[in-house]
């Protein structure tokens, strides 16, 4: 085995995950409650929102990591994708004006949670697009 693929793949490792936790921490700073509180209490629908998120950041990450010419841009990507499900979650609140979407997560609405984690998934593929 060559050493310096496996401590590469480590490398990448940390770093995907370092972007996942930054992320999670500052998406919760976005939203009216904290992830982790209503998680732990058992609010399915906080957990599916904030699972299409990790999983969108994780998807742009790999496809960033298989198409960017060196880690550099890869990290812009990672980073892009990141402002996207910003947006993303924005936008969803805005189209939906007859309900606050946060307000409703909190409230363990299903639907809105599993529909959050599709938008993320979404825009997830969408960037994977722009990025091949």
Request: charged share 15%; no cysteine.
């Amino acid at each position: 085995m060559d050493m310096s693929v496996f401590w590469e793949s480590i490398l990448w490792f940390v770093i995907v995950m370092a972007v996942i936790f930054i992320a999670a921490f500052i998406f919760e700073k976005v939203t009216k409650f904290k992830d982790r509180e209503e998680i732990k209490a058992g609010n399915v629908s906080v957990a599916l929102s904030l699972a299409g998120k990790i999983y969108a950041l994780g998807y742009i990450m790999k496809i960033s990591a298989e198409n960017a010419y060196n880690l550099g841009e890869a990290l812009a990507w990672g980073l892009i994708g990141f402002v996207l499900l910003i947006v993303g979650y924005f936008l969803f609140e805005f189209l939906t004006p007859s309900f606050k979407v946060d307000d409703e997560l909190a409230k363990d609405n299903k639907a809105v949670g599993i529909i959050s984690l599709a938008i993320s998934i979404v825009i997830a593929h969408a960037v994977a697009i722009a990025i091949i």
